[in-house]
Structures are given as C-alpha cells and as structure tokens.
T-cell receptor
Framework: DQQVKQNSPSLSVQEGRISILNCDYT??????FLWYKKYPAEGPTFLIS?????DKNEDGRFTVFLNKSAKHLSLHIVPSQPGDSAVYFC?????????FGAGTILRVKS | EPEVTQTPSHQVTQMGQEVILRCVPI?????FYWYRQILGQKVEFLVS????????KSEIFDDQFSVERPDGSNFTLKIRSTKLEDSAMYFC????????????FGPGTRLTVT
C-alpha cells in the first residue's frame, strides 16, 4: 500500500535557507492534501492543507504547492529555523480517513 | 488553544490482557478517529466514529478492537486480548466536520505488550 510516498527519509538544511519536502501520490481521485509535523513523543500537528482546486496555499513561512498532473506536492519552509527540526508527514484525505506517507526527517542546522 | 488529550501516556500490559486507551477530543468536534504507528512504520488509520457509530474501519480493526463514546467527552479504544504485534503508539484525533477537513491529534499512548 504505497498510495502516498515520501521518497526522502531525511533532509538537512542550514538555518535561514529554504527547506523543500516532497510527496507523491498515486490516486488521481485524491482531492485534499495535508502536511503534519511531528516531534518525538508527541502527536502529529497540523501545518497546512491544500485542496485540488488550488495549486498553491501559503501560511506564513509555509507554502504548499500541488501539481495535479504530476501527482506531486511539496512543502516549502522559508526561512528554515532550528525549531522546524521534526518529522514531516504528507497525508491525503480519502473517504473518512487520512492516509499518511512515511515521513521525512528535517534537520535545520544553526 | 483546545487540544486532544490522551491517557495514559504509556501502558504496559501482558499478552492476552485487555487494555482501554482513553481520549478526550476537542469539545465542539463531532468526528473521532484512532490511528496507530508501529515503531519505524507509517501512521495507519484504524477507525472513524460519528454519531455513536463506526463510520469506517481498516483491516487492522478486527474483532479484538472496539470503540466507544461512553459519555459526552471521552472516546475510548479497547483491545480485548492484546498481542505482541499490538505494541505501537496509538493516536486519537478529532475534527469538527467530515473530510475534507484537517484532523487534530492527541499526544498518543505508547502501548507495550510483553
């Protein structure tokens, strides 16, 4: 079951630079996409979402881009801060549930 | 800011025992969920619950699992006879409306079956 894929297990970025986290999905019927951040020993925290009728959604330092033809979305964090170091999960809303990717560990170096 | 709470934070039990994991969803939310994450694996959907009944469940959610909203604030997950492979983090989530909508997660209960 690989409906949502995050192919990069980890990413290391210098403080102040851009972090780009990527996610691919397989089902063209998916129409609502979310990003969650997770610190160790905590639950996933909702960050930002995007509907398939849009190709971009922005909230402060976080921007999500959706490319429906490529079945690809990305999360941009600008500028990256050390507190952004966490696991980032891409998820799709499907039926009445969320389907998660495997996550990408982001390390922001100061 | 309202948040989902879960108790206990860590539960250790012996194989074959029953466990009940408890959650208090955000107060004006109507849709409730359980997910689990086995160490090193993805977060997986278990069950969704609305209006006192299960809306959807995954293949994982077999007859050993049950959910209940015993009162106006709590939402519980019961595992009748735990197995070693039930060891995982269990997350409760809630949302004010059905999809598409973001779900808000609790901090999780770490279940260890020995």
């Amino acid at each position: 079951d690989q409906q949502v894929k995050q192919n990069s297990p980890s990413l290391s970025v210098q403080e102040g630079r851009i972090s780009i986290l990527n996610c691919d999905y397989t089902n063209s019927m998916f129409d609502y996409f979310l990003w969650y951040k997770k610190y160790p020993a905590e639950g996933p925290t909702f960050l930002i979402s995007i509907s398939s009728i849009k190709d971009k959604n922005e909230d402060g330092r976080f921007t999500v881009f959706l490319n429906k033809s490529a079945k690809h979305l990305s999360l941009h964090i600008v500028p990256s801060q050390p507190g952004d170091s966490a696991v980032y999960f891409c998820a799709v809303e499907y039926g009445n549930k969320l389907v998660f990717g495997a996550g990408t560990i982001l390390r922001v170096k100061s | 800011e309202p948040e989902v709470t879960q108790t206990p934070s860590h539960q250790v039990t012996q194989m074959g025992q029953e466990v009940i994991l408890r959650c208090v969803p955000i107060s004006n939310h109507l849709y409730f969920y359980w997910y689990r994450q086995i160490l090193g694996q993805k977060v997986e959907f278990l069950v969704s619950f609305y209006n006192n009944e299960i809306s959807e469940k995954s293949e994982i959610f077999d007859d050993q699992f049950s959910v209940e909203r015993p009162d106006g604030s709590n939402f519980t997950l019961k595992i009748r006879s735990t197995k070693l492979e039930d060891s995982a983090m269990y997350f409760c989530a809630s949302s004010p409306a059905p999809g598409p909508y973001e779900q808000y997660f609790g901090p999780g209960t770490r279940l260890t079956v020995t």
